[in-house]
């Protein structure tokens, strides 16, 4: 039987970006970093997502490396997104081609901005540079071939018009928090409005509360699915992309199978009616953030 890969959506650059990919945030363990990446691989996962935050860049580089020497995947077959903070004494250019030496590839598919802001000092002294700046220099890096494509992450909808307005090259994703519990209704129309491909990350969100969700848990049995089967569907099924992360190999193919979950307009109906605005990134409480409630 023929391998069921990703499935894939054009972007506003004309690149094919697969919907279904593999988080790797606080992923740290090489062994189990190569496993769960050559697993995925032959799952049908095409897509790996990770940043310059995450500190796993040089562990997911290696496991490429492994992986690739073994003869049956090479570069080209990956499709492979990292993410940059705007820091104001960091300099993009060294900072992507450090990732490259890490990811030990040259060139990635996708560069995003990952957050509008760092984190000022306790004195609120400012470390960023303004998202002009930075964008600028995004522009720069791609055009040097360095990525083919840019786009942004935790971008609001003020953040995305004021971009608009002086981009000479228009992001072709925004990575966001999405799942049941934020659905983030307008900014989600809003992206496609404009042609901006929108990510879920956390799509899962806290496990612990979605398993004793009742409504969740009677759709999965509905289904013959689980909890987080009818989550990534749920995603999917509005043409949003999903990056669940897991380091355990039986859940790769069980996120993995949710593309083949078929939900119904009721359904999904009732999924929309979950929604309470609930984070589970919150800068407003996060030390690295500077405790700014950049939501509000």
């Not at 972007?11 to 992923?27: A, C, E, R, V, Y």
């Not at 957050?115 to 998202?131: L, R």
């Amino acid at each position: 039987m023929a391998l069921k890969l990703a499935k894939t959506v054009l972007l506003n650059d004309g690149t094919k970006f697969p919907i279904f990919g593999l988080g790797t945030w606080q992923s740290t363990n090489q062994q189990e970093m190569t496993n769960l990446i050559r697993s995925a691989l032959d799952l049908g996962y095409r897509h790996i997502d990770t940043a310059i935050a995450y500190d796993n860049q040089k562990m997911i580089g290696d496991a490429l490396k492994t992986i690739f020497s073994e003869g049956k995947y090479k570069r080209e077959d990956l499709y492979i997104v990292s993410k940059i903070f705007p820091y104001k004494n960091w300099n993009t250019e060294q900072k992507i081609k450090q990732t490259l030496e890490e990811l030990q590839i040259d060139h990635l598919d996708l560069f995003l901005l990952h957050w509008t802001f760092a984190g000022p000092s306790k004195t609120f002294e400012i470390n960023h540079k303004p998202v002009h700046v930075i964008w600028a220099e995004l522009e720069q890096v791609q055009q040097k071939g360095l990525t083919k494509s840019i786009g942004v992450s935790n971008f609001n909808v003020q953040s995305l018009l004021d971009l608009w307005s002086y981009a000479k090259v228009k992001p072709v994703a925004n990575q966001v928090e999405l799942h049941v519990f934020l659905q983030q209704k307008r900014l989600v129309e809003f992206c496609q409005r404009i042609n901006v491909h929108v990510t879920a990350y956390s799509p899962l969100a806290r496990f612990n509360e979605i398993v004793q969700n009742k409504t969740l848990t009677e759709l999965a049995q509905k289904h013959n699915a689980t909890v987080s089967q009818i989550l990534l569907s749920f995603l999917l099924s509005q043409g949003i992309s999903v990056i669940p992360k897991t380091e355990k190999v039986n859940r790769l193919k069980e996120n993995f199978d949710s593309q083949d979950i078929q939900l119904s307009e009721e359904e999904i109906k009732t999924l929309k009616g979950l929604d309470t605005n609930t984070r589970v990134v919150q800068p407003a409480d996060i030390d690295f953030f500077g405790n700014v409630p950049i939501f509000d």
